[in-house]
């Protein structure tokens, strides 16, 4: 097994570093930026829950189909797109 270098561990850390930051900051507004939208407490917690099941799903279904058709670049790309269209179709 290789070891990874020292320069791609530290992009990898970093880009780690500002996701879980980012969804750290914005985390505890959610519930109250759904609330104004007219979600129930009930309908929240359900939202909420089903996000991180979403999350962990859509995660092993990319790395599969990098992994498969050896596209990493391509499948990252198609993600932060179909990221993009998501939250700006959100408001």
């Known amino acids: ?8 561990l530290r992009s990898f850390v970093l880009l ?8 750290g900051v914005a985390s505890p507004f959610w519930p109250r930026f759904f609330e104004t939208r007219g979600m129930s407490p009930e309908q929240i917690g359900v939202l909420l829950g089903l996000s ?16 498969r058709w050896r596209r990493l670049r391509q499948v990252l790309a198609a993600a932060a797109a179909l990221a993009a269209c998501l939250a700006w179709a959100l408001p």
């Open 52 to 67: 991180t099941i979403v999350r962990l799903v859509a995660g092993s279904v990319a790395a599969s189909v990098a992994d």
């Open 16 to 23: 780690y570093v500002l996701m879980y930051a980012a969804f």
């Open 1 to 8: 097994m290789q070891t990874p270098q020292p320069r791609a």
